[in-house]
């Protein structure tokens, strides 16, 4: 089954620290923190890496400690990783889902927001390869084990939907008001994801590791020039 521990290397690497930044939406919900962001040192936190501090107040919420502004800006790699497994790992069924690539995929989407129209996508396309399922952007047992016959039949099978997310998931990043401020970030961090995806349908993710491939796509009119960052979409 997949692991969450073969993502974090690419979180980590993709998520900055603190950020105050105005045209992040999660900026309606800041900490009480200011300073820490260098660019905006008026303005408070109100992400971490990459966690948002009103998700981080529903972390303190289900694991019974009371959240502040100074628990989120001092919050520990220990913290910051079983947030990521709780709130947003388990949220997908990644521990069952046996394409490594595909829970990757899905994670990285509730990760950065808008992940119930990915489940819808995976659902409807699920549908048409003939699985009886309902088409409610719910992710659960019967999604998850009509996912798991289907990339179980073939590599084939598993690669066109690594291919058909990715490209699903691109369409609702554009579609979002902010595509033009976050756009290069977010499209270079997805591609890094399918990427990394198709590796693992021939390599054993285990041994892989979960280290990100990052290509140049030639032909594909991608090009990555800048790191960027994906901010929160909730």
């Given at each position: 089954?997949?692991n969450?521990?073969?993502?974090?290397?690419?979180?980590?690497?993709?998520?900055?620290?603190?950020?105050?930044?105005?045209?992040?939406?999660?900026?309606?919900?800041p900490?009480?923190?200011?300073?820490?962001?260098?660019?905006?040192?008026?303005?408070?936190?109100?992400?971490?890496?990459?966690?948002?501090?009103?998700s981080?107040?529903?972390?303190?919420?289900?694991?019974g400690?009371?959240?502040?502004?100074?628990?989120?800006?001092?919050?520990?790699?220990?913290?910051?990783?079983?947030?990521?497994?709780?709130?947003?790992?388990d949220?997908?069924y990644?521990?069952?889902?046996?394409?490594q690539?595909?829970?990757e995929?899905?994670?990285?989407?509730?990760?950065?927001?808008?992940?119930?129209?990915?489940?819808?996508?995976?659902?409807?396309?699920?549908?048409?390869?003939?699985?009886?399922?309902a088409?409610?952007?719910?992710?659960?047992?019967?999604?998850?084990?009509?996912?798991?016959?289907?990339?179980?039949?073939?590599?084939?099978?598993?690669?066109?939907?690594?291919?058909?997310?990715?490209?699903?998931?691109?369409?609702?990043?554009?579609?979002?008001?902010d595509?033009?401020?976050?756009?290069?970030?977010?499209?270079?961090r997805?591609?890094?994801i399918?990427?990394?995806?198709?590796?693992?349908?021939?390599?054993?993710?285990?041994?892989?590791?979960?280290?990100i491939?990052?290509?140049?796509?030639?032909?594909?009119?991608?090009?990555?020039?800048?790191?960027?960052?994906?901010?929160?979409i909730?």
């Amino acid at each position: 089954m997949a692991n969450y521990k073969n993502i974090l290397s690419h979180v980590k690497t993709n998520e900055g620290g603190y950020s105050a930044d105005p045209r992040d939406n999660q900026s309606k919900n800041p900490s009480d923190v200011k300073g820490l962001d260098k660019r905006y040192p008026n303005l408070p936190v109100h992400t971490y890496r990459g966690v948002a501090y009103a998700s981080w107040k529903e972390y303190a919420r289900r694991k019974g400690f009371v959240p502040t502004g100074k628990s989120f800006v001092n919050m520990t790699l220990a913290q910051w990783e079983d947030f990521l497994k709780t709130l947003y790992w388990d949220a997908i069924y990644g521990d069952f889902i046996k394409s490594q690539g595909i829970a990757e995929i899905l994670f990285e989407a509730i990760w950065g927001g808008g992940s119930k129209n990915l489940v819808i996508d995976l659902q409807t396309f699920l549908r048409k390869k003939g699985f009886n399922i309902a088409v409610d952007g719910a992710m659960g047992k019967n999604t998850y084990t009509a996912l798991n016959e289907f990339t179980s039949k073939s590599q084939k099978n598993e690669t066109e939907l690594v291919k058909y997310l990715t490209a699903e998931r691109l369409k609702y990043l554009q579609s979002l008001s902010d595509w033009s401020n976050y756009s290069k970030g977010w499209t270079r961090r997805l591609y890094e994801i399918q990427d990394q995806a198709l590796k693992y349908v021939t390599e054993n993710p285990v041994k892989t590791g979960g280290g990100i491939i990052l290509l140049a796509l030639l032909g594909t009119g991608v090009y990555y020039l800048s790191k960027g960052t994906l901010p929160k979409i909730l």
